[in-house]
């Protein structure tokens, strides 16, 4: 299903320190092996079984071998104090992401001829590091059991994705932004720096590809597809036809366009000028597609589109993006809120996008005409919007984005979709986030964000943030929710 997103293979890189017992680091990497094989099965582990590394020769061998064996990221594993130089060059010359982890010591009796001294060469590797600027992924807590650092090598494997994900992107856009739409201003000189490649295109090279689809004979199939999905929420069967084709011709783009990437994702554009042309708006393909690991996002919102391919690799899951669009009613929140759920008022408020949103992640779905746009033009022109609300469950809200001075900065908050009925239209759901009102003051409009948010289904903070450090996003500018009592550098003390 997931065919556009990577998968993580981790070559595990036992170091040794010349003065020390090697046999430290060999027992104590294949216990650390066998410790993540148990709990986590072996598809995503590879030992290096050629050699500890002591030596520079040693670092080239085991990079020679781990890059035979498929690796895509590694962990420098330090069975005992382990040699500083050596070690840092495994994450200098490996091309993908490195984590360093160090084994704690196993038992009281046993500190003389057994004691590998871990716990120190880690300060020393950290320090190699930033010597040689060289990035890589430190856990919270590096030292630990066998069990426990195949814990934190497990938890490393999302990172790792959105890592590996972002150095073989490449984003494919159609048109500028909508007037009246610098909310998503879209500097792409950032973009170069993480690696991403990007592919801008006019609106009028997808109009000439869409009717190069006229009488696609795919169209039949994939119409059946849709009406399968839609079930009986299948209110505007005449215009599947029309989404079918704009589909494919998505589809063909990609596998024509994307080069020598291995993954993309679309910004793309829906009005003002698409539904009078195309005839219909995109937002069920945008749904179908980014439910297959496709990311799209609305109104070229570029930055948007790298936020969520980078949840949907961390999650493996659809993503969405909505916008942080408007407060719940006080007497909604009385209603179905207060005293049911532990929020007050100002920590909710609703997501909403017209229908981007999978219909996996919809309690229910039908397909409908975009009110919004149908204010102003022929409804039959705006059918194609996938309306519904979002299920209840945990969610982490996010963004990376480029300001317009071309800074990074980001913001990660997790909170849940109520089980709430919002009594509204398009895919919408009511959100939860603790302390929601200061967060949305002091980061949102402190940073100047746009309106649209990144929706990842389920808690990837931690995942979220160390991959945004990865990168290169200053930690003061990666945003959360901070908890009450906490004060934001901008927040007034007396308020």
């Known amino acids: 299903m997931f065919e556009n997103l990577p998968k993580v293979k981790v070559g595990v890189v036992a170091v040794s320190r010349d003065c020390f017992p090697e046999s430290l680091s060999v027992d104590r990497r294949k216990a650390l092996i066998k410790a993540y094989e148990d709990k ?3 598809d995503d582990i590879y030992e290096c079984p050629v050699c500890i590394v002591e030596s520079e020769i040693h670092m080239v061998q085991a990079l020679e071998d781990v890059k035979k064996a498929g690796c895509n990221a590694i962990v420098v594993y330090l069975g005992n104090f382990g040699p500083e130089i050596s070690e840092t060059l495994l994450a200098k010359h490996f091309d993908g992401p490195a984590m360093f982890v160090a084994a704690a010591e196993e038992s009281g ?3 003389v001829g057994g004691r590998g001294d871990a ?4 300060l020393n590797a950290s320090y ?4 040689r600027n060289i990035k890589a992924y430190i856990p919270e807590y590096p030292v630990g059991t066998a069990e426990e650092c195949a814990d934190m090598i497990h938890e490393f494997l999302p990172v790792a994705r959105g890592i590996v994900g972002l150095s073989d992107l490449k984003i494919i856009s159609f048109g500028p932004r909508p007037l009246n739409f610098l909310a998503c201003n879209a500097p792409i000189k950032q973009l170069y720096n993480l690696g991403v490649e990007i592919e801008e295109n006019s609106e009028l090279d997808l109009f000439e590809a869409f009717h190069k689809h006229d009488n696609d004979p795919r169209i039949p199939d994939v119409v059946k597809e849709m009406e399968s999905e839609l079930g009986e929420g299948n209110r505007k069967p005449e215009i599947l036809p029309k989404l079918a084709q704009y589909e494919l011709t998505l589809l063909d783009w990609i596998d024509e366009h994307k080069g020598y990437r291995k993954y993309v994702a679309i910004a793309g554009k829906c009005w003002p000028a698409f539904q009078t042309q195309f005839g219909f708006v995109p937002c069920y393909v945008n749904s179908r597609l980014t439910g297959r690991g496709i990311p799209v996002s609305c109104e070229v919102d570029i930055y948007g589109a790298l936020s969520e391919f980078i949840g949907a690799c961390v999650s493996q899951d659809a993503v969405t993006l909505l916008d942080i669009n408007n407060s719940v009613p006080a007497d909604m929140y009385e209603e179905s809120i207060k005293g049911k759920f532990e929020y007050t008022h100002n920590d909710t408020f609703m997501g909403f996008h017209c229908g981007n949103t999978c219909s996996r992640k919809l309690a229910a779905c039908s397909m409908k005409y975009q009110m919004i746009m149908a204010r102003n ?4 022109v705006t059918q194609g919007t996938l309306e519904g609300d979002i299920v209840p469950g945990d969610i982490t809200f996010y963004r990376l984005q480029s300001t317009a001075d071309c800074k990074l900065r980001a913001y990660i908050a ?5 089980p709430v009925a919002t009594k509204s239209f398009g895919g919408i759901g009511i959100f939860a986030i603790p302390e929601m009102g ?3 003051r002091h980061v ?7 309106h649209h948010g990144a929706v990842a289904f389920g808690h990837f903070g931690k995942s979220l943030y160390e991959i945004f450090k990865y990168i290169g996003v200053p930690v003061e500018e990666i945003g959360y929710n901070q908890p009450k009592g906490v004060r934001y550098p901008t927040e007034n003390p007396f308020a």
């Open 40 to 42: 986590y099965g072996t």
């Open 109 to 111: 009796d046993n500190l």
């Open 119 to 122: 716990y120190c060469g880690m």
């Open 128 to 131: 190699n590091l930033k010597l």
């Open 377 to 380: 033009l022929p409804e039959e």
């Open 414 to 418: 997790q909170g849940e979709v109520l």
């Open 438 to 440: 200061r967060f949305y």
């Open 444 to 450: 949102l409009i402190e940073g100047n964000y746009p």
